[in-house]
């Protein structure tokens, strides 16, 4: 049958409004009674609390604080490294001298009284603040090693560690919209330097860093800040010769950030005090 121009003009435009109709009707998901499904934000990347990353940031740590990454074979450490701080001991540097010791020891006695050092509270008390071994010496290190083969004394480590280092850094970091390495920077500054009030702390080098730069959440660039936050860090360690070699900063922190690993993703590789080290 032949069509008049009008006619095959009509045609054309009603053909065109059906295509119009379906897609459209396959786009809002009308068809076959689909409802539309909004795509799925990206997941975000694991913090430094996820169980893996954690792993890392014991083993980083390790690296610098006692030369291995074997973090578990720590609980048993203990020396006096000649910085003030009386005996240095477990997986963190729990130290005499500055009551995290201290309050680990109360910890384990409470836990199971009677264990091989609730009899060295009292000379822990006295000896906090200085570094003095009065009522230590001399069998308390052979009694902190001793220690550390028991689970209980090993567990009161990981939850002392997580109460006052861990836990903290990584609530903070978190608050500032950084990832697995800020959370980290974090970490191993406190670790390092606590968070009391004195120039050097955490709180306080996080708040020379601000002076320079934003964190993400204040809408800053993530890279920038923690390049600030390590310029303030390196400051500090250099406030102090037992701290002074910056090489966990600038052989391993910076190492990462340069390479703009900011989700800690392995491998790693970096250097510590002059040894390599690698993390697959």
């Given at each position: 049958?032949?069509?008049?121009?009008?006619?095959?003009?009509?045609?054309?435009?009603?053909s065109r409004r059906a295509v119009v109709a379906v897609l459209g009707a396959v786009a809002s998901g009308a068809l076959l009674g689909v409802e539309?499904?909004?795509?799925?934000?990206?997941?975000?990347?694991?913090?430094?609390?996820?169980?893996?990353?954690?792993?890392?940031?014991?083993?980083?740590?390790s690296s610098a604080e006692n030369s291995s990454l074997d973090w578990k074979a720590q609980y048993k450490y203990i020396e006096d490294i000649g910085d003030g701080r009386g005996y240095t001991a477990g997986i963190i540097g729990f130290c005499s001298g500055t009551g995290d010791m201290l309050d680990l020891v109360q910890l384990y006695t409470d836990r199971k009284p009677g264990n091989v050092l609730a009899k060295y509270l009292p000379a822990l008390r006295r000896v906090n603040g200085s570094d003095s071994h009065d009522g230590l010496d001399p069998n308390y290190p052979k009694d902190w090693r001793k220690a550390a083969q028991d689970s209980a004394f090993q567990q009161a480590q990981n939850d002392e560690r997580d109460r006052v280092y861990f836990n903290p850094a990584v609530a903070q970091g978190k608050t500032d919209g950084l990832r697995a390495l800020g959370q980290f920077t974090y970490y191993d500054a406190i670790v390092m330097h606590g968070d009391g009030d004195d120039p050097t702390s955490f709180r306080n080098i996080r708040k020379r860093a601000l002076r320079s730069a934003k964190p993400p959440a204040q809408g800053g660039n993530e890279t920038t800040y923690l390049n600030a936050f390590l310029d303030a860090r390196v400051w500090a360690m250099k406030q102090e010769e037992a701290h002074s070699d910056t090489s966990r900063v600038d052989t391993e922190q910076r190492v990462f950030l340069r390479?703009?690993?900011?989700?800690?993703n392995t491998p790693l590789d970096w250097k510590v005090y002059g040894d390599s080290y690698h993390i697959g």
């Open positions: 049958m032949e069509h008049t121009e009008h006619e095959s003009a009509v045609s054309a435009r009603l539309r499904v909004a795509a799925a934000p990206a997941a975000a990347a694991p913090g430094l609390d996820d169980p893996a990353k954690k792993e890392i940031a014991m083993q980083l740590v390479k703009g690993n900011l989700d800690l």
